[in-house]
């Protein structure tokens, strides 16, 4: 008797960031008015401010190693290897109103942030 098995398919896991559509269109804009030789957005979590991480987005030339990457209508986003520990789980969404406009984050793993909120603890 001859028994087989079939190998599963593998899983597709989840994003580690969550994208709105504000975001997204955000991201192309980005894409729409990037430097020569960009080929996607990269967000990261440098170490800054009072609360000791803050989040940065800034144009990416080349693809990291460990970068995770997030195909969107508008171009590639990246989220760094060394930050994706930080930021599972987490929406990013692009708000603008009378006064300021930018990125903002729902981040379940931030436990807390500075009173400017332009830094956060995990």
């Known amino acids: 008797m001859t028994t087989t098995t079939q190998a599963k398919p593998a899983r ?3 994003a580690a960031v969550i994208l709105t559509p504000n ?3 955000r991201i192309a804009k980005l894409m729409g008015e990037a430097p020569e030789g960009t080929i996607g957005v990269r ?3 440098p170490r800054r401010g009072c609360s000791g991480l803050a989040y940065s987005v800034d144009y990416v030339a080349e693809e990291k190693a460990f970068d995770e990457k997030i195909e969107t209508p508008g171009g590639l986003f990246y989220i760094d ?3 994706v520990l930080y930021l599972i789980g ?3 969404d692009w708000v603008e ?3 300021t406009a930018g990125f903002v984050f729902a981040n379940p793993n931030a436990k807390g942030s500075c009173g400017c909120g332009e830094s956060f603890t995990v």
């Open 97 to 99: 109103d009378d006064f």
């Open 81 to 83: 290897g060394a930050s």
């Open 23 to 25: 975001a997204e269109a």
């Open 43 to 45: 967000l990261s979590t």
């Open 90 to 92: 987490s929406t990013m």
């Open 12 to 14: 597709q896991r989840p």
